[in-house]
T-cell receptor, first 111, second 114 residues
Framework: KNEVEQSPQNLTAQEGEFITINCSYSVGISALHWLQQHPGGGIVSLFMLSSGKKKHGRLIATINIQEKHSSLHITASHPRDSAVYICAVNLSLGGSEKLVFGKGMKLTVNP | DGGITQSPKYLFRKEGQNVTLSCEQNLNHDAMYWYRQDPGQGLRLIYYSQIVNDFQKGDIAEGYSVSREKKESFPLTVTSAQKNPTAFYLC????FGTGYNEQYFGPGTRLTVT
């Protein structure tokens, strides 16, 4: 069983829709990351959170530590939001931190 | 502008040849990481380095080697011992010792071995 599970694996939406991407994890963590990977391959960090909620523009990330679950919400979606969204969790590794990644969720937003 | 550079973006090699992927950062980060990404799989950690002249194996280190002679540089060599080297390789860096740390990623190198 993967330590980080994302759902759905693929999602197609129409421009303007509200989108939710889910991430569940099975181990104790110190932090959770949401990352965005565009078709060219480069990865951008969207959020790092350990509790509660964070908002940046049209993106909102929430985490429930007790339930080991996080969601990434995109309001008023736009075709430029089309990307792979990756959830990753921080695990302790020999005094440093190791990231364990989910497989990612491919989002396509049609105009 | 601070950031991480990886070169080249695309790399083609013949089977049996060693190849070195470059990763440079000017963020003054102590820690650097190499990941491999295959279709349908999450990123997997190959090697990481927390400080100059020191590095540790990640989950899939077999067939790879690294060096960390300078804080800014963490090159990865894919050796002929790596059974399935064709993949997308990502380098990342972070501040070491902050408890939990945000990792900054480079643009990646897509390696194709035929």
């Amino acid at each position: 069983k993967n330590e980080v599970e994302q759902s759905p694996q693929n999602l197609t939406a129409q421009e303007g829709e509200f989108i939710t991407i889910n991430c569940s994890y099975s181990v104790g963590i110190s932090a959770l990351h949401w990352l965005q990977q565009h078709p060219g391959g480069g990865i951008v960090s969207l959020f790092m959170l350990s509790s509660g909620k964070k908002k940046h523009g049209r993106l909102i990330a929430t985490i429930n530590i007790q339930e080991k679950h996080s969601s990434l919400h995109i309001t008023a979606s736009h075709p430029r939001d089309s990307a792979v969204y990756i959830c990753a969790v921080n695990l302790s590794l020999g005094g440093s931190e190791k990231l364990v990644f989910g497989k990612g969720m491919k989002l396509t937003v049609n105009p | 502008d601070g950031g991480i550079t990886q070169s080249p973006k695309y790399l083609f090699r013949k089977e049996g040849q060693n190849v070195t992927l470059s990763c440079e950062q000017n963020l003054n980060h102590d820690a650097m990481y190499w990941y491999r990404q295959d279709p349908g799989q999450g990123l997997r950690l190959i090697y990481y380095s927390q400080i100059v002249n020191d590095f540790q194996k990640g989950d899939i280190a077999e067939g790879y080697s690294v060096s960390r002679e300078k804080k800014e540089s963490f090159p990865l060599t894919v050796t002929s011992a790596q059974k399935n080297p064709t993949a997308f390789y990502l380098c990342a860096s972070s501040i070491f010792g902050t408890g939990y740390n945000e990792q900054y990623f480079g643009p990646g190198t897509r390696l194709t071995v035929t």
